[in-house]
DNA sequence: ACAAACTTTGAACAGTAGGTCAATATTTGA
DNA sequence: TCAAATATTGACCTACTGTTCAAAGTTTGT
């Protein structure tokens, strides 16, 4: 069946995005990936061509998941709560569903070019999302920002290194450093605690 | 001479630096160094026992200049002018003298157990600095913030990643985005535009 | 000028990497 | 049940890794 094999296919990505989202791309081998999954290292080249091609997959794979996630939220009521909600399910889905990702959106040099293009794209999708609501929050005055290229590079570095300081907290725990560090980063488009300049 | 050897030592360390953060430590192969110095790898061994103590060397020695740095900035003065200067030459130092090292401070991960001692020392005393004028902010109700260890992971992100964006920015593009990004990153302390929450 | 100290080389070694493939095992469909 | 399709193996190849080291080249002090 063609399902099965999709499946497979699936089961196989998940190991390689886990395994390269921890270590990088050099630091993995394909018998790493093999041993993760009890098979041996050619059972991989009878799904995927390369090594190349499996972490291709793996990132695209995982990048749809994700951009479908913070696209299913709802797109109306103010800003700051859509942006607190985008904020909270980004990080939620980074620390909870893909723990050791966060390499992935980290340090595109990592990859080799092939890979590069498909990790931008995927990082030009989520500043899409962003832009449009901070964007929204200016238009209506619940914002105020320095320079939105500004605000948006700190909010995305912000939440793209959340998944390794929350990486030891669970339950209450977490909840309450997400909700510090949705607050927080509010502050960078103008929301919470005031001061004078 | 001692000198000669402790110069040359010192070749060895910064095109270390320069290519272990550029693409991190499995990617960089002791023949991509010796390339680069126009030796022969074997060279390498007569200086440094392993591959292990070169690169913990070259963490080490690029630590000590940059904190080094910062932490010869004036510590008098307002808050949020230490603050600034302490963004500014942070920021500064990463982009102009070392542009390829900040994988040393971002992912820890990718390092071997070894040199991740190190490496989260190093940190440590960068959030000394920090934390130090943070707090006096605070006291002093110059600055205003949620939570501050949220603040400081969040500015330490921001800077952090600074570098990837400033990377093709020259000259006044440069001055001018660095402005933008002190400004911004003074937000999260509370310091700037201002809006009800 | 020359010997001692310092530096670099290049070959060699064992281990591991990505990749190939014929042989084998398993599942599927009729 | 049995053959065709699908899936897995494990041995093998080549290239490259960190590492060692005897030999050769270069600097230095006298």
Redesign the pocket.
């Known amino acids: 069946?063609?399902r099965?094999?999709g499946r497979?296919i699936q089961e196989i990505l998940t190991v390689a995005a886990e395994l390269f989202g921890e270590r990088g791309y050099?630091a993995?081998?394909?018998?790493?990936?093999?041993e993760r999954?009890?098979?041996?290292?050619?059972?991989?080249?009878?799904?995927?061509?390369?090594?190349?091609?499996?972490v291709s997959a793996a990132i695209e794979t995982l990048g749809r998941a994700w951009t479908g996630r913070l696209a299913a939220l709802p797109t109306d009521g103010p800003p700051a709560q859509r942006l607190r909600a985008l904020v909270r399910e980004h990080v939620t889905v980074a620390v909870r569903e893909h723990p050791t990702t966060l390499r992935l959106f980290l340090v595109p040099d990592d990859w080799p070019p092939p890979q590069r293009a498909a990790i931008k794209e995927l990082r030009r999708w989520h500043d899409r999302l962003f832009r449009d609501v901070i964007e929204e929050g200016l238009r209506s005055g619940d914002f105020l920002v320095v320079d939105l290229d500004t605000a948006l590079h700190c909010l995305h570095a912000a939440m793209t290194q959340a998944p390794a300081w929350f990486a030891a907290r669970h339950g209450a725990a977490f909840d309450q450093a997400l909700d510090r560090l949705v607050d927080t980063v509010l502050m960078l488009v103008g929301v919470g605690p005031k001061l004078v300049s």
Chains 1, 2 share one sequence.
């Not at 081998?29 to 093999?34: E, F």
């Not at 098979?39 to 190349?52: E, H, I, P, R, W």
């Open positions: 069946m063609q099965k094999r497979r050099a993995v081998s394909l018998d790493d990936v093999a999954l009890d098979v041996t290292k050619g059972s991989l080249y009878y799904y995927f061509a390369s090594k190349d091609e499996l």
